[in-house]
């Protein structure tokens, strides 16, 4: 079992770009999640995806979009990327009920 | 608004002896999930160890603790007979159970563990 995979594990982008993280769940999860933890913090939630519906969402601006796919697999998207959006991406998946696997994240950084 | 606080950035033990991190939690729940997670430099978030609210009895994991206080709301990891591999941030964290049945999870900022040979 691969567990939780994430890619790419590191980009950089330029200020007022667009990013794409993607994240294939653990096998047999069907909740994924997303998470940004900046650098010296701990990991903050900014949405979480069940049967390809947003469920919910933390305190992050619209920029912040997402999708999840039939194979349960997700993508997170930011817009307009600002030098403040730099930090780790964790993606964590579980089935409901379960506690979440997370994965070793995608490292932003925003120039 | 549930919050979590560690108020260790830092913190320093000997190979072979015992460490306690200290995490403490603002909540209006009654029944929740605490957590204690260790993220080493490969960056995965890796689960120490998990306790239920309800329950009074500490939880324990091989050579991992904790000291459950829920009136206090606070909630310690002890490491003993700490090794060289226990060297890592190390985050408490509640489990919140949102409104749509399922729950996030909130991180504290975290407590850098040393071991010193």
């Known amino acids: 079992d691969a567990g939780v995979t994430q890619s790419p594990t590191h980009l950089i982008k330029t200020r007022g770009q667009q990013v794409t993280l993607r994240c294939s769940p653990k096998?047999?999860?069907?909740?994924v999640s997303w998470y940004q933890q900046a650098l010296g913090q701990g990991p903050q939630f900014i949405f979480q995806?069940?049967?390809?519906?947003?469920?919910q969402r933390g305190n992050f601006p619209d920029r912040f979009s997402g999708h999840q796919f039939p194979n349960y697999s997700s993508e997170l998207n930011v817009n307009a990327l600002l030098l403040g959006d730099s930090a780790l991406y964790l993606c964590?998946?579980?089935?409901?009920?379960?506690?979440?696997?997370f994965g070793q994240g995608t490292r932003l950084t925003v120039v | 608004a549930q919050t979590v606080t560690q108020s260790q950035p830092e913190m320093s033990v000997q190979e072979a002896e015992t460490v306690t991190l200290s995490c403490t939690y603002d909540?209006?729940?009654?029944?929740?999930?605490l957590f204690w997670y260790k993220q080493p430099p490969s960056r995965q978030m890796i689960l120490v160890i998990r306790?239920?609210?309800?329950?009074?009895q500490n939880a324990t994991e091989n050579r991992f603790s904790v000291n459950f206080q829920k009136a206090a709301k606070s909630f310690s990891l002890k490491i003993s007979d700490s090794q060289l591999g226990d060297a890592a941030m190390y985050f408490c964290?509640?489990?919140?159970?949102?409104?749509?049945?399922?729950?996030?999870?909130?991180f504290g900022t975290g407590t850098r563990l040393k071991v010193l040979a």
């Open positions: 964590a998946s579980r089935l409901q009920g379960t506690e979440a696997f």
């Open positions: 096998s047999g999860h069907d909740t």
């Open positions: 995806y069940y049967e390809e519906e947003e469920r």
């Open positions: 909540t209006s729940e009654s029944d929740y999930y």
């Open positions: 306790q239920e609210a309800y329950k009074q």
């Open positions: 964290a509640y489990r919140s159970l949102l409104t749509s049945g399922t729950y996030k999870y909130i």
